[in-house]
Nanobody, 120 residues
Framework: QVQLVESGGGLVQSGGSLRLSCAAS????????MGWYRQPPGKQRELVAA???????NYVDSVKGRFTVSRDNAKNTVYLQMNSLKPEDTAAYYC??????????????WGQGTQVTVSS
C-alpha cells in the first residue's frame, strides 16, 4: 500500500515562503508522474505543479516563477517550494502520484493534504 504524507504547511504572510514535502512509503522512482494539487475553500481541486520521473516539470500559470517542484529519489520525497505567496494561494495542498503497472493499468495515490494559509 502506497502512503504519501505531506508536511510543511502553515500560516504565512503575503510575500513569504513555504516548502511543502511529500514523503512516500517506498521508492518514488516507480511513479512516472508526481504532482501537487490544491483546493481552496469552496472550489475545485486544481493541479499546481507536476514532475515526471525524469525531472520534467509543469506549472499552472498562476504559480509560474513563484513555485518550484522537485524530487529527491534518494529520500523518496517530492517538494514544492513556494515563494512570493499570495492570499489566493490559500488552500489545502495535496500530493499525488501516478503508477503504471506492467499491463499499463494506471493507479493514482493521494496524500491527506496540508493546509497553507496566506494572510494579507
Amino acid at each position: 500500500q502506497v502512503q504519501l504524507v505531506e508536511s510543511g504547511g502553515g500560516l504565512v504572510q503575503s510575500g513569504g515562503s513555504l516548502r511543502l514535502s511529500c514523503a512516500a512509503s517506498g521508492s518514488i522512482s516507480r511513479f512516472y508522474l508526481m504532482g501537487w494539487y490544491r483546493q481552496p475553500p469552496g472550489k475545485q481541486r486544481e493541479l499546481v505543479a507536476a514532475i515526471t520521473s525524469v525531472g520534467s516539470t509543469n506549472y499552472v500559470d498562476s504559480v509560474k516563477g513563484r513555485f518550484t517542484v522537485s524530487r529527491d529519489n534518494a529520500k523518496n520525497t517530492v517538494y514544492l517550494q513556494m515563494n512570493s505567496l499570495k492570499p489566493e494561494d490559500t488552500a489545502a495542498y495535496y500530493c499525488n502520484a501516478y503508477y503504471r503497472d506492467s499491463t499499463s493499468i494506471i493507479y493514482t495515490y493521494w496524500g491527506q493534504g496540508t493546509q497553507v494559509t496566506v494572510s494579507s
